[in-house]
């Protein structure tokens, strides 16, 4: 694993690169609002990437390595992520086709950015469709505005609501709730099937 201090008009993000031997692809992975990229759905899904020939990159955002807790707004993450994404598939990534994607918020930023980064799929790892208890205030269209192919797996008990499956999108639920811990080897059946499918 190599980490790398990347410069963003937000601040320092830091991306953790595992490299995978012979990589056919590479996929780039955020995290959640208040977590980190040592979230066990994130390391599981590093594990089964490199062994499906993709080379990861786990990033935290700037206010995270700055050492704070609540996240920047949308548009703050939004441009710190595709400035590290574009210096990623600039140097250790250059060459590889391009899945983006992360866990919950991290999930968001993705969708938001696809087009700016020039993915070829997202994976979305527990996408949070609305704050719990309020349905209301849906981010379904975060999601249908991605135009690539995109796996969301959702604990089917997540209090982040269930997002519904879409002509490029499959879902799949698993056990559990937004942590995505109670199953973390359905959680990586799912990624190990979807990725070797990913458009080259």
């Not at 993000?13 to 980190?36: C, F, K, N, T, Y």
């Not at 390595?65 to 992520?81: I, Q, T």
């Not at 192919?149 to 002509?167: C, H, I, K, W, Y």
């Not at 995505?180 to 080259?200: I, N, Q, Y």
Request: charged share 20%; with cysteine; aromatic share 4%.
């Amino acid at each position: 694993m190599t980490a790398l201090e990347i410069s963003t008009p937000q601040g320092t993000a830091r991306a953790h690169v595992h490299a995978a031997d012979q990589a056919m692809g590479a996929l780039v992975l955020g995290h959640g609002a208040a977590g980190g990229v040592e979230a066990p759905d994130l390391v599981s899904v590093t594990e089964v990437s490199r062994e499906q020939g993709f080379s990861v990159a786990l990033v935290e955002q700037p206010y995270r390595v700055a050492g704070r807790r609540s996240p920047a707004p949308a548009n703050r993450l939004d441009e710190a992520w595709t400035t590290t994404v574009e210096h990623l598939t600039g140097g250790e990534l250059a060459g590889l086709p391009l899945v983006v994607g992360g866990r919950s918020a991290g999930a968001r930023v993705a969708c938001r950015t696809t087009a700016e980064s020039g993915a070829v799929a997202v994976l979305c790892l527990a996408f949070p469709l609305h704050p719990p208890g309020r349905p209301e205030k849906t981010r379904q269209p975060e999601l249908d505005a991605v135009t690539v192919p995109t796996l969301v797996v959702q604990g089917e008990r997540d209090q982040f609501g269930m997002p519904a499956p879409g002509p490029n999108r499959s879902v799949v639920t698993v056990g559990g709730n937004h942590s995505l811990k109670s199953d973390l080897g359905a959680v990586v059946a799912a990624v190990r099937d979807w990725l070797p499918r990913v458009p080259g």
